[in-house]
């Protein structure tokens, strides 16, 4: 009742965390009396008279504990919601630990995520609002877009698990992998971050390397200001893989900054592991080998460019597949002796005359096209040739 003082308790249990030889707690309290006015409605009032509404929201994580939900905690969608409602120009900024659900999205003008900035949080976020500085993040995480949508919606053993234990049954579908395995569409994917500006992509080429693959590219600043763009490289699975893969995985990136109008080639490396699997036989790294799809983009869902290749075998094995090629092709075994030589030749380490007698096997297929080799088969053969002298360094 008005006017009379009541007892509060407060019952907390710090815990200890042996490596750091500390107690960890905390407590929080708040209170509103029936006669303070309503926050939410103050808020929304305040925001019909202004030109822009700047409305904060944030989540509150720790080592200690597990998130309930991925929603705003408290009534925060409900302030945002009712903020949006009252002013079309508002800006949502996040202070999150990772993704939240955003059922207000459609009725705000952006949402500035800034996760948990630290000391110069404000000078920082002065400078992007303001337009000062352009923002060119690019998201870590994929954001789901509902709690229920993700591996850790399909059963309770995923999520919140049975108290002790919490099952990753997804394996290597892990984060936008799942997404792209199952078809899902997230309310923003992997890589995902939009600027002030915007960005073209051309130019794709493709050089393959021993294990490995260089993509290069231009990406030219299309819209007015400057900015930085981060584009991304994901490698796609083989056409028959041994062993289960992700639909595409991420093979690199690079940053670039751009004035407007200002082009710039890109150039990123495909390391040998973005083609390797661990071996449960061999208890070691094993290469996937054959042809891939390379997409390149501004996030995993934002693909702007694609082309296909396989990285080079080393040489003998690469020479394998030129002597499979020619089998049964040309006239008599001239084609089939020049490659069991080559294949000789780099078992003796002997680079230089291998290369002669790749140049012979080109010499010989090119006299031989549209005669007794088909202009495609000649084709395939050149490019496996071509293979093999890039494999020995040619």
Same mark, same amino acid.
């Given at each position: 009742?008005?006017?009379?003082?009541?007892?509060?308790?407060?019952?907390?249990?710090?815990?200890?965390?042996?490596?750091?030889?500390?107690?960890?707690?905390?407590?929080?309290?708040?209170? =509103?009396?029936?006669?303070?006015?309503?926050?939410?409605?103050?808020?929304?009032?305040?925001?019909?008279?202004?030109?822009?509404?700047?409305?904060?929201?944030?989540?509150?994580?720790?080592?200690?504990?597990? =998130? /309930?939900?991925?929603?705003?905690?408290?009534?925060?969608?409900?302030? $945002?919601?009712?903020?949006?409602?009252?002013?079309?120009?508002?800006?949502?900024?996040?202070?999150?630990?990772?993704?939240?659900?955003?059922?207000?999205?459609?009725?705000?003008?952006?949402?500035?995520?800034?996760?948990?900035?630290?000391?110069?949080?404000?000078?920082?976020?002065?400078?992007?609002?303001?337009?000062?500085?352009?923002? #060119?993040?690019?998201?870590?995480? +994929?954001?789901?877009?509902?709690?229920?949508?993700?591996?850790?919606?399909?059963?309770?053993?995923?999520?919140?698990?049975?108290?002790?234990?919490?099952?990753?049954?997804?394996?290597?579908?892990?984060?936008? =992998?799942?997404?792209?395995?199952?078809?899902?569409?997230?309310?923003?994917?992997?890589?995902?971050?939009?600027?002030?500006?915007?960005?073209?992509? #051309?130019?794709?080429?493709?050089?393959?390397?021993?294990?490995?693959?260089?993509?290069?590219?231009?990406?030219?600043?299309?819209?007015?200001?400057?900015?930085?763009?981060?584009?991304?490289?994901?490698?796609?699975?083989?056409?028959?893989?041994?062993?289960?893969?992700?639909?595409?995985?991420?093979?690199?990136?690079?940053?670039?900054?751009?004035?407007?109008?200002?082009?710039?080639?890109? /150039? $990123?490396?495909?390391?040998?592991?973005?083609?390797?699997?661990? #071996?449960?036989? /061999?208890?070691?790294?094993?290469?996937?080998?054959?042809?891939?799809?390379?997409?390149?983009?501004?996030? #995993?869902?934002?693909? =702007?460019?694609?082309?296909?290749?396989?990285?080079?075998?080393?040489?003998?094995?690469?020479?394998?597949?030129?002597?499979?090629?020619?089998?049964?092709?040309?006239?008599? /075994?001239?084609?089939?002796?020049?490659?069991?030589?080559?294949?000789?030749?780099?078992?003796?380490?002997?680079?230089?005359?291998?290369?002669? +007698?790749?140049?012979?096997?080109?010499?010989?297929?090119?006299?031989?096209?549209?005669?007794?080799?088909?202009?495609? +088969?000649?084709?395939?053969?050149?490019?496996?040739?071509?293979?093999?002298?890039?494999? $020995?360094?040619?």
């Amino acid at each position: 009742m008005a006017g009379q003082t009541a007892n509060v308790r407060v019952d907390y249990l710090p815990f200890y965390v042996p490596s750091f030889h500390v107690l960890f707690s905390h407590i929080r309290l708040g209170a =509103r009396t029936p006669d303070d006015p309503d926050p939410i409605a103050q808020a929304a009032q305040a925001a019909s008279n202004a030109d822009v509404a700047v409305v904060f929201a944030n989540d509150k994580t720790s080592e200690g504990t597990d =998130r /309930t939900s991925l929603a705003l905690p408290g009534e925060q969608d409900a302030l $945002i919601e009712a903020v949006a409602a009252a002013n079309p120009h508002t800006v949502v900024v996040l202070n999150t630990a990772s993704a939240v659900t955003m059922p207000w999205l459609k009725d705000v003008r952006s949402v500035l995520e800034m996760w948990y900035p630290g000391q110069q949080y404000g000078t920082a976020l002065a400078s992007l609002l303001f337009g000062d500085v352009n923002p #060119s993040g690019k998201l870590p995480v +994929t954001f789901p877009a509902g709690d229920k949508q993700g591996p850790w919606g399909q059963n309770t053993q995923q999520y919140p698990g049975d108290g002790t234990n919490v099952a990753f049954s997804e394996g290597l579908q892990v984060g936008y =992998r799942w997404y792209d395995a199952n078809g899902e569409q997230p309310l923003f994917p992997f890589g995902y971050g939009l600027s002030y500006t915007t960005f073209g992509y #051309s130019n794709l080429t493709l050089t393959p390397g021993v294990g490995t693959m260089t993509v290069s590219f231009d990406v030219t600043n299309t819209g007015t200001v400057p900015g930085a763009e981060v584009p991304q490289v994901y490698v796609g699975s083989p056409a028959t893989p041994t062993v289960p893969m992700a639909v595409r995985a991420l093979g690199g990136f690079g940053r670039v900054s751009l004035d407007p109008g200002q082009t710039r080639h890109v /150039t $990123i490396q495909v390391g040998a592991r973005a083609f390797q699997y661990w #071996s449960l036989d /061999t208890h070691d790294w094993a290469t996937a080998w054959g042809v891939r799809t390379f997409s390149v983009g501004s996030s #995993s869902r934002d693909i =702007r460019l694609s082309a296909s290749d396989a990285p080079l075998k080393p040489a003998a094995e690469e020479v394998l597949d030129l002597l499979a090629a020619v089998q049964g092709v040309g006239p008599g /075994t001239s084609l089939n002796d020049k490659v069991t030589t080559i294949q000789g030749y780099i078992a003796a380490n002997d680079h230089a005359s291998a290369r002669t +007698t790749i140049l012979a096997f080109k010499n010989e297929v090119k006299a031989q096209t549209g005669k007794k080799i088909a202009a495609a +088969t000649a084709a395939a053969l050149q490019h496996e040739a071509d293979r093999v002298a890039v494999s $020995i360094g040619c």
